[in-house]
Structure formats: structure tokens, C-alpha cells
């Protein structure tokens, strides 16, 4: 299990910091990027009466809010290699959990990446946590000044009970607990160690020196569901509401649906089939015990943030790769087309923005986030020609803006299979009013299945109308053909 660092490794970090002086405008602001891991918009913020988040809620009174901000694959690796690139899935060329963006997308080895980008333009350029994709013993090292921390290892590792033989033993456990409840300090996971070391960097970042893009990766609140007992204690389970839309949507193409193979895969859950109603409702308070625990480790940062020198120059972004489903739909995890997937938290604080405690309704992909930090940073000039996100920046200024018409995303059928045994690509385009959904064969490209769902009335996608608005379909099949998103094999025939 990863440990906090001992005080010679921070001051280390430290002369590190005070002696990466490349010139820069005095003025230039700090970027503070905030990573967290299948958090879907259950967050205060965005409303859930559940969650209990208060510093992610005073965040959002410092910031804008993305009410429509949207993932283009909802699974870990596709979706940072994508947003951390600024291109889309299907031009980076990843598509799973193993492939590197540095040996698939165009010129991959020479591609810049968003901190380096950053670093490239006299940034000290940090990670702390889970940013990329957690393969192999880096993440993208050229992307950062020195080397990362916390980055590698497996979800299923961070819980005591995993790093405690004896434990394991004790509970006749052969595999990672699905939840852990225990009464423990924050650093008895990587969260609040991560956390830790960050707020440590930040108070003692030489105001005098370059500054700072810090990727702050939080592994949190990724199955399984672990927290101190504290934040478990901070829920009612009897309170919990249960999932707004309990079934399988009406008329969905069995397609778009899958086995929530990963719940599956940990001790305490069966290896297949339904879940029985007290485990659906433990699963949700795990949830949101490890969304509080998350939260509470945002707040750490953003005190020692308030306490440094740095809060006035530092522009603030909160993201989650992905969004995640806790029983809606008959679903548990991710990797589906569905909103609650591909809806994503996105907040982009900027103390000095005239605005604050705004909200925008704005279409947003996360493949905008890389063009739009460089521009607040005064950087985007000279940020790559290829990036294919929309600098939305002005948002902060202008919240009420349309800058987007569509959001675009993707994800094959089934996921958790070996290559060879995937058998459609669904293309999804989500409008102000819509989201359609096409289902077509890898092996020829046929159409296999359609979806529409019409959130003006129907925000939880309980009904497929493709037949009630087939003229709206057949719209929404061109828009997504003429896109670059469709270059997989959507088309409108």
C-alpha cells in the first residue's frame, strides 16, 4: 500500500519546486487540476439529495458549474487518454484498458499532452494520484517535471483488508471486500494520502518561482466502495433514497444494456445475476460514504489552498473522468451510452473571473477542457493545432452562452471482453432535447439497434420513443454521421 511520503521527500519535492524557475508573465496563474474516478453527478452540487459534500459545494459558490458536461467514452482509460490529449477516442485510438495513447493515436510519441503542454510553456508540472490510466509503473512521464506518485497499482488494493494477509484470512475473503467500513484515519487509504501531500506542496509552493499545474488524481469513489467509518456514520442507510428509474428503460434494444460485470467481480457480491435489495442498498451507501470521503479530501486541498499565498492566481477545475451508475437502469458501473454515464461534474473555479456561484446549461465535452484551460492561462495560441475540444472559457464570463450543439459519445458492446468478442460500436449525440443512440456491427457495419430518449419530459431515459419521433431520429442520424466522432462506422442509412 502507498504511504505518505516522509518530511525529507517533501522537502525534496520542495527544492524541486524552488529551483524549476523557467520565465514566465509574473502574472500567469497556476492551474490546480482535480480528477476524480466514476463520479457521477450525485454530488451536491448538481442536486442529489443524497450526497453529503459540502466543500464541493463551496467550490461550485467560487466557480461555474457545468450542468451539461459530457465524457466521449464512459471508461477510465478512453475517456483521460482522451480529455488529457484534447482528441477524440476515435483519433487517439483508445479504446480499452491496456492501450497506450504514446503507441496508438498519430504521432503518438511527439503528441502534447495537457500538462505538458503547460510544462512546455515554463509550468512546473506535477501528479499526485490517479491522472491517466493507472498501467505499468507510469503514467506519461514527459507529461510531468518530476516523477508521479500515487499513480500505479489496482483499485481492488487500496483496502485494508487487501494489504492485511491476516485480515483477509480472518474473513475468508479470496478477494477484495466490495465495501470496508472501518474505523480508521484517512491515510489508511491512498485518497487521504494523496490529499496529504498535495495540501503540502501547495502551502509550500515558493510564491517566487514558476508556476504550477498540479494534477491531483483521486482514485475515489471507484469500486470498491471503502471509507473510514466516519463518512459511512454520516448517512442514515434507511434515508438513502433508492433509484429514480428502477427498470430497464422501455423499448431499450437489449444492446445498450450489459451485466454490471464489474460489481460482480468483488467479495460479497455474486458472481452474476440480481442483487439482492439490502446489498443494492448498502452498494449506494458505499457510494456516497466514498463520494463524502472524496469530498472531505477536497477540502484539505482547498484549505491549504486559502491558506497559501496561491488562492488569488489559481485557477481551480474539478472533473470526473466518467459517470457511473448505483442500480438505475437494473445497471451497476459504467460503460454504457446512457446520460448517467456520460453526464460528467465539471467545475472550473477562476478567482479572478468577474462571476461566481454561476451555473451554464452550455453542451460541454471534456475534450474541451484542454483548450479551455490554456486559454485562461493565456496560453492558447500556441496550444497544438489538432485539438479537437472548444475553447469554452468565455463560459466564465458568459454563462448563458450556446457554444456547442452536441455532445458526442461512444462505447462498444460488450466492454469487459477480449476484443474478439465485441460485436457493435453504439454512437451516441446528446442535444439540448435528445439523446440518440445507433448500434452498428464491427464486423459490417450494419445498423443493429436504435435509441431515443426526449429529456425535455424524461431525464432519467425511461422510455425509448424512436417510433413515437422518427423524424427527430432521423435528424439527430445525420448530425451524427457528419460528425468526426462517427468515424467508427456510424452513418444515417
Known amino acids: 500500500m502507498n504511504r505518505v511520503p516522509k518530511p525529507a521527500t517533501l522537502l525534496g519535492f520542495a527544492l524541486v519546486l524552488f529551483l524549476f524557475r523557467p520565465a514566465l508573465g509574473a502574472d500567469s496563474p497556476n492551474v490546480l487540476l482535480i480528477v476524480a474516478d466514476d463520479l457521477n453527478c450525485a454530488i451536491g452540487p448538481y442536486g442529489d439529495p443524497n ?105 481492488a488494493a ?38 496529504r501531500l498535495a495540501a503540502s506542496v501547495i502551502r509550500d509552493y515558493p510564491d517566487d518561482s514558476a508556476p504550477f499545474f498540479l494534477g491531483v488524481g483521486f482514485w475515489r469513489p471507484h469500486l470498491p466502495f471503502v471509507a473510514p467509518k466516519k463518512y459511512w456514520d454520516l448517512y442514515d442507510p434507511k434515508q438513502i433514497s433508492g433509484p429514480l428509474l428502477k427498470t430497464k428503460p422501455t423499448n431499450v434494444p437489449e444492446i445498450a444494456m450489459h451485466a454490471s460485470r464489474e460489481v460482480h467481480g468483488y467479495d460479497g457480491v455474486p458472481k452474476q445475476g440480481n442483487l439482492a435489495p439490502e446489498l443494492e442498498q448498502h452498494l449506494r451507501h458505499g457510494y456516497y460514504a466514498s463520494i463524502s470521503f472524496l469530498d472531505a479530501q477536497l477540502g484539505l486541498i482547498l484549505n491549504a489552498l486559502d491558506e497559501s499565498e496561491h488562492r488569488d492566481n489559481t485557477i481551480v477545475a474539478f472533473v470526473s473522468d466518467h459517470g457511473f451508475h448505483i442500480g438505475e437502469k437494473t445497471l451497476w458501473g459504467k460503460t454504457s451510452n446512457f446520460e448517467l454515464d456520460a453526464r460528467v461534474p465539471l467545475i472550473i473555479a477562476d478567482p479572478r473571473a468577474n462571476k461566481t456561484g454561476q451555473r451554464t446549461d452550455c453542451l460541454t465535452e471534456l475534450i474541451d477542457l484542454y483548450p479551455t484551460l490554456a486559454a485562461l ?58 439523446r440518440y443512440t445507433q448500434w452498428r456491427s464491427i464486423k459490417d457495419g450494419q ?11 424524461d431525464s432519467t431515459e425511461s422510455r425509448n420513443v424512436l417510433e413515437q419521433y422518427p423524424q427527430i431520429a432521423r435528424g439527430l442520424a445525420k448530425q451524427l454521421a457528419n460528425h468526426p466522432a462517427s468515424s467508427s462506422g456510424a452513418r444515417s442509412d
Open 51 to 155: 450526497a453529503i459534500t459540502p466543500n464541493l459545494n463551496v467550490l461550485a459558490n467560487r466557480g461555474l458549474v457545468f450542468d451539461r458536461a459530457y465524457c466521449q467514452q464512459a471508461v477510465c482509460n478512453p475517456s483521460r487518454s482522451s480529455f488529457l490529449t484534447g482528441l477524440r477516442p476515435e483519433t487517439v485510438g483508445v479504446d480499452d484498458l491496456r492501450k497506450s495513447f504514446r503507441e496508438t493515436a498519430p504521432n503518438g510519441a511527439s503528441l502534447v499532452t495537457l500538462p505538458q503542454h503547460f510544462k512546455n510553456h515554463g509550468y512546473y508540472s506535477q501528479d499526485i494520484g490517479k491522472i491517466f490510466h493507472n498501467m505499468g509503473d507510469t503514467q506519461d512521464r514527459q507529461s510531468w517535471s518530476m516523477d508521479e506518485v500515487f499513480h500505479a497499482g489496482t483499485h
Open 377 to 434: 492561462a493565456g496560453i492558447r495560441d500556441d496550444s497544438p493545432k489538432s485539438l479537437e475540444g472548444t475553447d469554452v472559457s468565455s463560459l466564465l464570463e458568459n454563462p448563458n452562452q450556446t457554444l456547442k450543439h452536441a455532445a458526442f459519445t461512444r462505447h462498444q458492446h460488450p466492454f469487459y471482453a477480449p476484443r474478439e468478442k465485441w460485436t457493435a460500436w453504439g454512437h451516441s449525440v446528446r442535444t439540448s432535447d435528445w
Open 158 to 195: 487500496d483496502t485494508v483488508h487487501s494489504n492485511t494477509p491476516v485480515a483477509l484470512r480472518a474473513r475468508k475473503l479470496k478477494k477484495a471486500p466490495v465495501t470496508e467500513t472501518l474505523d480508521v484515519p484517512d491515510t489508511a487509504y491512498r485518497d487521504g494520502q494523496i490529499a
Open 447 to 457: 445498423l443493429i439497434a436504435e435509441e431515443l430518449y426526449d429529456h425535455r419530459t
